[in-house]
């Protein structure tokens, strides 16, 4: 059946006018600043209202109740100088919950009442610069965010909780770093409770505050395996209905809506334009539609909407969830589908790499980071499905130089769009870019060159952070060049993503070593012709795998003759597509059409 989330805890608190002294309570009669309107201290300070406030939700038929703790990290408490007593606040609230449930049960033991851990985003961004004159600057890291969502959840669950709900996520990456955070506690712990994930739609547009539309937000969240995904907040219902729509259609986890009860009106009661038979109204409408598993009431909503939502939808079959056909779905503030279709190719500009481009490392060696970007641009202008992204050269600090670039350009749209390839031979800098993107990236690259167990270390953290892995033909013996052991890499690497960690195949991407022809050398001279045809095997005895690969690698030897060069990237292409690459990191608009070849320079 539909399982019922509860109302707004902030609206029930305004209805009772408290003052300064309730917030201050004895404990903290002698605080230096204002407490008022820090509700999550109630909890310490006037628990009897809050759980009071958690009974009457569950006596108008709530299943879960959220603890009182949206704002209840270090970095919410910073405005009010009680940083310390954050994790305090959250065992304290869990507590209150759990003893509103456990005394319902107690009343009505046909009835399972549950506490969901409420987890806020903050009041900080870490995709979106504060200062519109310095868009590189972030208020707030991933790293920071990771150790307040670590002290939330694991006091959290000392509380009592019996599910996690990080909720009203308006900027991806902040959520990205809660998710990651809890997988942190959930692997020491050694035992997981389900997260519910939500996300706040903010207009008509679409999108988050931070850009992504629904699908978007998805991919960029899928690999963490959420127990329910929703939408709550910013909307009422009836506008929430196309992202919820959406949401439905290609998620496969159960979906929840709690929205709020409509649009803000100061007029009103709760300050907010519905009456419970409204709201009602609009959930049983999606509710109908099969989309609904989870429904519930977020700013304006009472105990007397829940109770009318019940009432309303209570006789409604939930949404049965259905998986979409496996694919490399990737994301940056939209979606991009990789397909397995033989015959398309993904191109991956490759303009943003120093050790590719003359012009981009002599602009990053100037610190022209602006005029870089416009390098990215026109890549993804010329067709670019992806962007790589790489600082790798001795004289750089890469990984101070992917932070600020891969800042600069999430405040830009027009390239922020297509998802990132971060792109390096150190795992630091990887990781560094990670920590950066909102989005569902690539990771470029990983391989066995080190040992099983660092590879393997490496890939569990593509995981967690929402990426997808290219994984070069390098073992500990070295590069493969052969036909036979690029393919034996390839399968080994094969059973070790997908047996060991459950790595999704189509998240595994094979470069199998693009190497370069025409060296004058005799045993280059099958490279081109090996690389194609282990792609032809790796895709049938790795189901599921995508392949790629520098292109530019193959033409190396004519490096000065362009017109050479362009025509020996599309012709091995031409053959390279019609074997199984999907992914080429290419100069994207620079591609020669292969019909169109001077039929004397392709023999």
Not at 268 to 289: F, K, M, S
Not at 420 to 435: F, N, P, Q, R, Y
């Amino acid at each position: 059946r539909i399982l019922f989330l509860d109302g707004a805890m902030g609206t029930m608190v305004q209805r009772r006018e408290l003052e300064e002294d309730d917030f201050r309570g004895e404990r903290f009669a002698d605080h230096a600043g204002d407490l008022k309107g820090n509700n999550d201290l109630l909890s310490l300070t006037r628990p009897d209202i809050i759980r009071g406030i958690h009974t009457q939700f569950l006596e108008a038929g709530c299943d879960i109740i959220e603890t009182n703790t949206f704002s209840a990290t270090r970095i919410g408490m910073a405005d009010y100088a009680m940083e310390p007593v954050a994790r305090e606040l959250n065992v304290a609230s869990a507590k209150l919950a759990r003893e509103a449930v456990e005394s319902v049960m107690v009343q009505d033991p046909s009835r399972r009442c549950y506490v969901a851990g409420a987890i806020g985003p903050t009041n900080r961004t870490a995709s979106i610069s504060p200062d519109v004159n310095d868009p590189g600057y972030r208020a707030v890291t991933f790293d920071e965010l990771v150790g307040v969502y670590r002290e939330q959840t694991e006091a959290l669950i000392e509380g009592g909780v019996d599910i996690l709900l990080p909720e009203t996520t308006f900027d991806t990456l902040n959520l990205k770093a809660a998710l990651f955070a809890i997988e942190e506690v959930f692997l020491e712990r050694g035992e997981r409770l389900p997260v519910m994930v939500s996300v706040t739609i903010t207009d008509a547009s679409g999108r988050t505050l931070s850009g992504q539309t629904t699908e978007a937000f998805w991919n960029s969240i899928a690999h963490a395996k959420p127990f329910t995904v929703g939408i709550n907040c910013a909307l009422g219902a009836k506008e929430m209905a196309p992202y919820i729509r959406e949401l439905s259609r290609i998620a496969n986890t159960f979906v929840h809506c709690y929205p709020n009860a409509g649009l803000p009106n100061p007029l009103a009661e709760t300050g907010y334009d519905e009456r419970p038979v409204d709201t009602a109204a609009a959930l049983r409408d999606l509710a109908d539609q099969g989309l609904l598993n989870v429904a519930g009431g977020c700013c304006g909503t009472t105990p007397a909407h829940l109770q009318a939502i019940i009432e309303t939808l209570t006789d409604v079959k939930p949404r049965l969830p259905e998986g979409r056909p496996a694919s490399l779905r990737l994301s940056g503030l939209e979606p991009q589908d990789i397909g397995d279709r033989t015959g398309q190719l993904a191109m991956v500009g490759e303009r943003t790499n120093v050790m590719g481009s003359p012009k981009f490392k002599k602009l990053i060696k100037e610190g022209d980071f602006e005029t870089a970007l416009a390098l990215a641009r026109q890549q993804v202008e010329n067709g670019a499905n992806v962007i790589d992204i790489c600082f790798d050269e001795g004289l750089l600090d890469a990984e101070k130089c992917m932070r600020k670039f891969l800042n600069l350009l999430a405040s830009d749209p027009d390239i922020s769009r297509v998802p990132i390839m971060v792109d390096s031979s150190k795992w630091t800098v990887l990781e560094e870019g990670l920590k950066c993107l909102q989005g569902k990236g690539i990771v470029n690259s990983i391989s066995l060159k080190g040992g099983e167990e660092e590879f393997l270390r490496q890939a569990s953290l593509c995981r967690r952070y929402g990426a997808a892995a290219v994984v070069m033909a390098f073992d500990e013996k070295g590069q493969a060049a052969t036909i036979d052991d690029k393919v034996a890499i390839a399968e080994r690497v094969y059973r070790l993503l997908t047996e060991q960690l459950e790595f999704p195949p189509e998240d595994i991407i094979f470069d199998l070593n693009i190497l370069t022809v025409a060296t004058g050398m005799e045993e280059h001279n099958d490279y081109a012709v090996n690389f194609i045809e282990a792609v032809r095997q790796v895709k049938t005895r790795c189901p599921g795998v995508r392949t790629s690969g520098g292109v530019s690698n193959i033409s190396f030897s004519f490096r000065g003759n362009n017109v050479v060069r362009e025509a020996m990237h599309s012709a091995f292409l031409y053959h390279a597509v019609d074997a199984g690459l999907d992914m080429g990191i290419v100069n994207a608009g620079m591609l020669e059409v292969y019909e169109q070849i001077d039929k004397e320079l392709l023999e």
